[in-house]
Protein backbone atom coordinates (compact mmCIF):
# COMPACT_ATOMS: atom_id res chain seq x y z
CA UNK A 1 0.00 0.00 0.00
CA UNK A 2 1.26 3.29 -0.83
CA UNK A 3 0.75 6.63 0.82
CA UNK A 4 1.61 9.62 -0.64
CA UNK A 5 2.71 12.88 1.21
CA UNK A 6 4.20 16.43 0.78
CA UNK A 7 6.19 17.91 3.12
CA UNK A 8 8.13 21.38 3.04
CA UNK A 9 7.50 20.61 -0.53
CA UNK A 10 9.09 17.32 -0.33
CA UNK A 11 7.34 14.68 -1.83
CA UNK A 12 7.15 12.13 0.59
CA UNK A 13 6.14 7.87 -0.28
CA UNK A 14 5.44 5.08 2.36
CA UNK A 15 4.86 1.89 1.54
CA UNK A 16 3.29 -0.02 4.10
CA UNK A 17 0.54 -2.46 4.99
CA UNK A 18 -0.71 -0.92 8.33
CA UNK A 19 -1.70 3.12 9.09
CA UNK A 20 0.92 5.40 8.19
CA UNK A 21 1.72 7.07 12.44
CA UNK A 22 1.11 10.69 12.48
CA UNK A 23 4.09 12.67 11.41
CA UNK A 24 6.17 14.51 14.03
CA UNK A 25 6.16 18.11 12.73
CA UNK A 26 8.05 19.45 15.71
CA UNK A 27 10.51 18.75 18.29
CA UNK A 28 7.61 19.18 21.37
CA UNK A 29 5.68 16.18 19.58
CA UNK A 30 7.98 13.78 20.17
CA UNK A 31 8.40 11.73 23.07
CA UNK A 32 12.08 12.17 23.53
CA UNK A 33 13.26 12.93 27.03
CA UNK A 34 12.84 16.69 27.84
CA UNK A 35 16.87 17.34 28.09
CA UNK A 36 16.92 15.77 24.44
CA UNK A 37 14.07 17.78 23.02
CA UNK A 38 15.85 20.48 24.48
CA UNK A 39 19.15 20.21 22.72
CA UNK A 40 17.41 19.10 19.86
CA UNK A 41 15.77 22.97 19.71
CA UNK A 42 18.54 24.79 20.37
CA UNK A 43 20.33 23.79 17.55
CA UNK A 44 17.82 23.38 14.87
CA UNK A 45 14.30 24.96 13.96
CA UNK A 46 12.17 21.70 13.28
CA UNK A 47 12.72 18.52 12.52
CA UNK A 48 13.52 17.67 8.39
CA UNK A 49 11.50 15.63 6.53
CA UNK A 50 12.97 11.95 7.20
CA UNK A 51 12.69 12.92 10.82
CA UNK A 52 9.25 13.96 10.52
CA UNK A 53 8.16 10.64 9.16
CA UNK A 54 11.32 8.38 10.00
CA UNK A 55 11.32 8.74 13.87
CA UNK A 56 7.24 7.78 14.30
CA UNK A 57 7.60 3.98 12.06
CA UNK A 58 10.90 3.80 14.00
CA UNK A 59 9.19 4.28 17.19
CA UNK A 60 6.34 2.36 16.10
CA UNK A 61 8.86 -0.80 16.61
CA UNK A 62 9.14 -2.08 13.03
CA UNK A 63 11.70 -2.64 10.67
CA UNK A 64 12.17 0.68 8.29
CA UNK A 65 13.99 0.86 5.14
CA UNK A 66 14.43 5.11 5.20
CA UNK A 67 15.57 6.72 2.04
CA UNK A 68 16.62 10.38 2.17
CA UNK A 69 19.32 12.56 0.31
CA UNK A 70 22.54 12.88 1.79
CA UNK A 71 22.99 16.08 3.95
CA UNK A 72 19.14 15.05 4.98
CA UNK A 73 19.20 14.66 8.71
CA UNK A 74 19.41 10.72 8.48
CA UNK A 75 21.52 10.26 11.56
CA UNK A 76 19.30 12.01 13.93
CA UNK A 77 16.21 10.06 12.41
CA UNK A 78 17.32 6.60 13.80
CA UNK A 79 19.63 7.72 16.66
CA UNK A 80 17.44 9.48 18.90
CA UNK A 81 14.87 5.84 18.21
CA UNK A 82 17.36 3.97 19.72
CA UNK A 83 17.99 5.76 22.66
CA UNK A 84 14.71 5.74 23.10
CA UNK A 85 14.30 1.42 22.70
CA UNK A 86 17.62 1.52 25.25
CA UNK A 87 15.51 3.62 27.71
CA UNK A 88 12.69 1.04 27.38
CA UNK A 89 14.81 -2.34 27.95
CA UNK A 90 14.20 -3.40 31.23
CA UNK A 91 17.21 -2.85 33.14
CA UNK A 92 19.10 -6.08 35.05
CA UNK A 93 20.87 -5.51 37.45
CA UNK A 94 23.61 -6.79 35.25
CA UNK A 95 24.74 -5.82 32.28
CA UNK A 96 24.02 -8.30 29.69
CA UNK A 97 25.56 -6.38 27.13
CA UNK A 98 24.88 -3.41 24.27
CA UNK A 99 21.42 -2.85 23.14
CA UNK A 100 21.91 -1.17 19.50
CA UNK A 101 24.76 -1.56 16.78
CA UNK A 102 24.99 1.02 14.37
CA UNK A 103 26.98 -0.13 11.14
CA UNK A 104 28.53 2.45 8.90
CA UNK A 105 30.89 1.31 5.74
CA UNK A 106 33.71 4.13 6.82
CA UNK A 107 35.86 5.04 9.59
CA UNK A 108 34.94 8.61 9.17
CA UNK A 109 30.67 8.00 8.70
CA UNK A 110 31.37 6.35 12.22
CA UNK A 111 33.16 9.10 13.83
CA UNK A 112 30.78 11.38 12.53
CA UNK A 113 27.50 9.02 14.02
CA UNK A 114 29.19 8.73 17.17
CA UNK A 115 29.65 12.52 17.24
CA UNK A 116 26.51 13.51 17.18
CA UNK A 117 25.02 10.35 19.43
CA UNK A 118 27.03 11.23 21.87
CA UNK A 119 25.68 14.67 22.43
CA UNK A 120 22.08 13.48 22.85
CA UNK A 121 23.27 9.98 24.79
CA UNK A 122 25.40 12.07 27.54
CA UNK A 123 22.16 14.03 28.41
CA UNK A 124 20.02 10.77 29.15
CA UNK A 125 23.27 8.79 30.74
CA UNK A 126 23.77 6.29 27.80
CA UNK A 127 27.16 5.48 26.72
CA UNK A 128 28.76 4.04 23.64
CA UNK A 129 31.55 3.23 22.16
CA UNK A 130 33.41 3.56 18.21
CA UNK A 131 34.65 0.56 16.53
CA UNK A 132 36.49 1.20 13.07
CA UNK A 133 39.71 -0.79 11.65
CA UNK A 134 43.31 1.55 11.21
CA UNK A 135 42.90 2.43 15.16
CA UNK A 136 44.20 0.52 18.75
CA UNK A 137 42.16 -2.44 18.99
CA UNK A 138 43.55 -1.91 22.93
CA UNK A 139 42.29 1.35 23.25
CA UNK A 140 38.78 0.08 22.02
CA UNK A 141 38.70 -2.80 24.61
CA UNK A 142 39.10 -0.84 27.14
CA UNK A 143 36.12 1.61 25.86
CA UNK A 144 33.96 -1.78 25.64
CA UNK A 145 35.30 -2.61 29.23
CA UNK A 146 32.77 0.48 30.50
CA UNK A 147 29.74 -1.54 29.38
CA UNK A 148 28.26 0.99 26.44
CA UNK A 149 24.45 0.42 25.56
CA UNK A 150 25.34 1.22 21.67
CA UNK A 151 28.30 0.07 19.29
CA UNK A 152 29.19 2.19 16.27
CA UNK A 153 31.68 0.90 14.25
CA UNK A 154 32.52 -0.73 10.67
CA UNK A 155 31.97 -4.26 9.65
CA UNK A 156 35.19 -5.62 9.57
CA UNK A 157 35.96 -4.19 13.17
CA UNK A 158 32.81 -5.15 14.86
CA UNK A 159 33.51 -8.99 13.58
CA UNK A 160 36.47 -9.08 14.50
CA UNK A 161 36.39 -7.63 18.25
CA UNK A 162 33.34 -10.50 18.67
CA UNK A 163 36.21 -13.26 17.56
CA UNK A 164 37.86 -11.73 20.10
CA UNK A 165 35.48 -12.53 22.62
CA UNK A 166 35.90 -8.16 23.91
CA UNK A 167 31.98 -7.87 22.43
CA UNK A 168 28.96 -9.60 22.68
CA UNK A 169 26.32 -8.96 20.55
CA UNK A 170 23.71 -11.25 22.08
CA UNK A 171 21.42 -8.74 23.39
CA UNK A 172 21.11 -6.00 20.44
CA UNK A 173 17.50 -5.58 19.75
CA UNK A 174 17.64 -2.95 17.58
CA UNK A 175 20.25 -2.81 14.35
CA UNK A 176 20.94 0.20 12.11
CA UNK A 177 22.54 -0.41 8.74
CA UNK A 178 23.36 3.20 7.51
CA UNK A 179 24.04 3.70 3.84
CA UNK A 180 23.63 0.84 3.09
CA UNK A 181 23.75 1.55 -0.56
CA UNK A 182 27.56 1.76 -0.13
CA UNK A 183 27.95 -0.98 2.21
CA UNK A 184 27.13 -3.31 -0.55
CA UNK A 185 29.27 -1.32 -2.73
CA UNK A 186 32.51 -1.78 -0.95
CA UNK A 187 31.85 -5.37 -0.19
CA UNK A 188 30.14 -5.51 3.13
CA UNK A 189 27.27 -8.28 2.36
CA UNK A 190 29.17 -11.29 3.66
CA UNK A 191 30.21 -9.52 6.79
CA UNK A 192 26.81 -7.76 7.24
CA UNK A 193 25.28 -11.89 7.00
CA UNK A 194 27.63 -12.66 9.82
CA UNK A 195 26.33 -10.10 11.76
CA UNK A 196 22.65 -10.63 11.65
CA UNK A 197 23.29 -14.24 13.01
CA UNK A 198 24.81 -12.83 15.67
CA UNK A 199 22.05 -10.44 17.23
CA UNK A 200 18.81 -11.31 18.74
CA UNK A 201 16.36 -13.39 16.42
CA UNK A 202 13.71 -10.79 17.59
CA UNK A 203 15.44 -7.65 16.49
CA UNK A 204 14.31 -4.20 14.79
CA UNK A 205 16.61 -3.11 11.83
CA UNK A 206 17.05 0.15 10.12
CA UNK A 207 18.09 0.71 7.25
CA UNK A 208 19.29 3.92 5.79
CA UNK A 209 20.37 5.35 2.46
CA UNK A 210 20.63 7.49 -0.20
CA UNK A 211 19.69 5.10 -3.15
CA UNK A 212 17.62 2.11 -2.82
CA UNK A 213 18.95 -0.05 -5.79
CA UNK A 214 17.91 -3.58 -6.26
CA UNK A 215 20.57 -4.93 -4.85
CA UNK A 216 19.65 -3.48 -1.72
CA UNK A 217 16.47 -4.31 -1.45
CA UNK A 218 17.54 -8.04 -1.87
CA UNK A 219 19.60 -7.59 1.01
CA UNK A 220 17.48 -5.85 2.98
CA UNK A 221 14.86 -8.54 2.15
CA UNK A 222 17.22 -11.11 3.18
CA UNK A 223 16.84 -9.87 6.92
CA UNK A 224 14.01 -7.79 6.97
CA UNK A 225 10.37 -9.11 7.75
CA UNK A 226 7.56 -7.08 6.75
CA UNK A 227 9.21 -3.20 6.29
CA UNK A 228 7.45 0.11 6.15
CA UNK A 229 9.66 2.38 3.68
CA UNK A 230 9.71 5.77 3.88
CA UNK A 231 11.19 7.56 0.57
CA UNK A 232 11.84 11.21 0.65
CA UNK A 233 11.64 13.06 -2.58
CA UNK A 234 13.83 16.14 -3.40
CA UNK A 235 12.25 19.69 -3.47
CA UNK A 236 14.89 21.16 -6.45
P1 LIG B 1 22.51 12.48 6.22
O1 LIG B 1 22.87 11.33 7.09
O2 LIG B 1 21.12 12.39 5.68
O3 LIG B 1 23.50 12.72 5.13
P2 LIG B 1 23.14 14.05 8.56
O4 LIG B 1 22.39 13.28 9.58
O5 LIG B 1 24.60 13.85 8.51
O6 LIG B 1 22.52 13.81 7.11
O7 LIG B 1 22.78 15.58 8.77
C1 LIG B 1 23.33 16.61 7.99
C2 LIG B 1 23.42 17.88 8.82
O8 LIG B 1 22.12 18.36 9.17
C3 LIG B 1 24.15 17.68 10.15
O9 LIG B 1 25.02 18.76 10.36
C4 LIG B 1 23.03 17.69 11.18
O10 LIG B 1 23.45 18.14 12.43
C5 LIG B 1 22.04 18.63 10.55
N1 LIG B 1 20.65 18.41 11.00
C6 LIG B 1 20.12 17.30 11.55
N2 LIG B 1 18.82 17.48 11.86
C7 LIG B 1 18.50 18.74 11.48
C8 LIG B 1 17.30 19.53 11.53
N3 LIG B 1 16.17 19.02 12.05
N4 LIG B 1 17.34 20.80 11.04
C9 LIG B 1 18.48 21.29 10.51
N5 LIG B 1 19.64 20.62 10.43
C10 LIG B 1 19.67 19.35 10.90
MG1 LIG C 1 24.28 9.92 6.99
Not at 36 to 44: D, E, G, N, P, R
Not at 85 to 94: A, G, K, M, V
Not at 152 to 169: A, E, F, K, M, V
Amino acid sequence: LETKLFLKQHEIQVTTDEAVPSLMLNFTQTPFQEKIVKTLSQAFQTPTPIQSVGWPLALSGRDVVGISKTGSGKTLSFILPAIQHILSQERPSTYRGPNVLVVAPTRELSVQISQEATLYLGKVGLRSSTLFGGASKSLQVRELRSNPHLIIGTPGRILDHLRDGSLSLKNISFMVLDEADRMLEMGFEQQIRQLFQSIRPDRQVLYWSATWPKKVQNLANEFIVNPVSVQVGDNE
